[in-house]
């Protein structure tokens, strides 16, 4: 069963840093491209930053120059480097890749489970 487990959330202060991970497990014979969204309570989830097979990425105005998403197809991980991190950076941030599984003809999206990240003094 294709899934994608996500971890590195948790609580920091502004200014800080964290470093998100997702990892897609089980059958899998392909992924094509992943990233990250976010969705605050009341809001409606956004792109934060995606990367695709060939390492070409795009990120939300608000956190160019602070965050940096990356992959090792190796480990079928993708992660999110969040530096300089603000307030309004909290959220629930959810993974989210485009993945053949084994047996299967088609590419489908994923999604992770979320992880919540807080940014306070």
């Known amino acids: 069963q294709v899934q994608l487990v996500e971890g590195g959330g948790g609580l920091v202060q502004p200014g800080g840093s964290l470093r998100l991970s997702c990892a897609a497990t089980g059958s899998i014979f392909s992924i094509n491209a992943m990233g990250w969204y976010r969705q605050a309570p009341g809001k409606q989830r956004e792109l934060v930053a995606t990367?695709?097979?060939?390492?070409?990425?795009n990120y939300a105005d608000s956190v160019k120059g602070r965050f940096t998403v990356s992959r090792d197809n190796a480990k079928n991980t993708v992660y999110l480097q969040m530096n300089s991190l603000k307030p309004e950076d909290t959220n629930v941030y959810y993974c989210n890749a485009l993945i053949r599984a084994t047996g299967i003809s088609a590419y489908y999206t994923y999604w992770g489970r979320g992880t919540q990240v807080t940014v306070s003094s």
């Open positions: 990367i695709t097979t060939g390492g070409n990425t």
